[in-house]
Nanobody, 115 residues
Framework: QVQFVESGGGLVQPGGSLRLSCAAS????????IGWYRQAPGKQREFVAH???????NSADSVKGRFTISRDSAKNMVYLQMNSLKPEDTAVYYC?????????WGQGTQVTVSS
């Protein structure tokens, strides 16, 4: 089973930027669509953005124009560049297959946007 390890989170002021990284084990990573998800306190986990093996991307309306997903299949890595961060972006961010999270969820990486 593919395992995902997220990193790069932290505390940032509103308007700031962060770059999240997702490392995946297993060579099958390169043939699947990978997504970023997030879960804010007291809320359900939600879709943020995804990247297909062909390089096509899509993102949730709430982050469109601010977040950019990219992948390096040779390194089994997926990234999420987050700009113009808002307090409502505060959440634990996870990566997994998309649209169905086929692997167990990792620990995620905490992103806190606060002044």
């Amino acid at each position: 089973q593919v395992q995902f390890v997220e990193s790069g989170g932290g505390l940032v002021q509103p308007g700031g930027s962060l770059r999240l990284s997702c490392a995946a084990s297993g060579s099958i990573f390169s043939i699947y669509t990978i997504g970023w998800y997030r879960q804010a306190p007291g809320k359900q986990r939600e879709f943020v953005a995804h990247s297909t093996r062909g390089g096509s991307t899509n993102s949730a309306d709430s982050v469109k124009g601010r977040f950019t997903i990219s992948r390096d299949s040779a390194k089994n890595m997926v990234y999420l560049q987050m700009n113009s961060l808002k307090p409502e972006d505060t959440a634990v961010y996870y990566c997994n297959f998309y649209p169905t999270a086929l692997s167990n969820w990792g620990q995620g990486t905490q992103v806190t946007v606060s002044s």
